[in-house]
């Protein structure tokens, strides 16, 4: 059974930066595409960034660009994201995903490609 556990979150000032960790587990990690979501309350959850097996293929939401990077060492089953110059809109509780879709080198951003999720871990940016 795969496991996703995120870290990291936690309430930071506008301007300030955060780095989350989701740590998988239950199978082989690098050959599995990965993703970041947010989710405010009353609204859907949204793709952040997501990063193909290899990880040599990323990509973001317009909002984040320049700002977030995502990362992975599969060596160590941990996919990152670094959120730098964080905005009271970047608020939000931030999951991790991965799929059981076969894919080195392909992405996805769909909520509905992604297989397992984490449990969230809350990002607060106060003005």
């Known amino acids: 059974q795969v496991q996703l556990v995120e870290s990291g979150g936690g309430l930071v000032q506008a301007g300030g930066c955060l780095r989350l960790s989701c740590a998988a587990s239950g199978r082989t990690f690098s050959n599995y595409a990965m993703g970041w979501f947010r989710q405010v309350p009353g609204k859907e959850r949204e793709y952040v960034a997501a990063?193909?097996?290899?990880?040599?293929?990323?990509f973001y939401l317009d909002s984040v660009k320049g700002r977030f990077t995502i990362s992975r060492d599969n060596a160590k089953n941990t996919v990152h994201l670094q959120m730098n110059s964080l905005k009271p809109e970047d608020t939000a509780v931030y999951y991790c995903?991965?799929?059981?879709?076969?894919?080195?080198?392909?992405?996805?951003?769909?909520?509905?490609?992604?297989?397992?999720w984490g449990q969230g871990t809350q990002v607060t940016v106060s003005s």
């Open positions: 990063i193909s097996g290899s990880g040599g293929t990323t």
């Open positions: 995903a991965t799929t059981t879709t076969y894919s080195p080198d392909t992405y996805y951003l769909g909520e509905y490609e992604y297989d397992y």
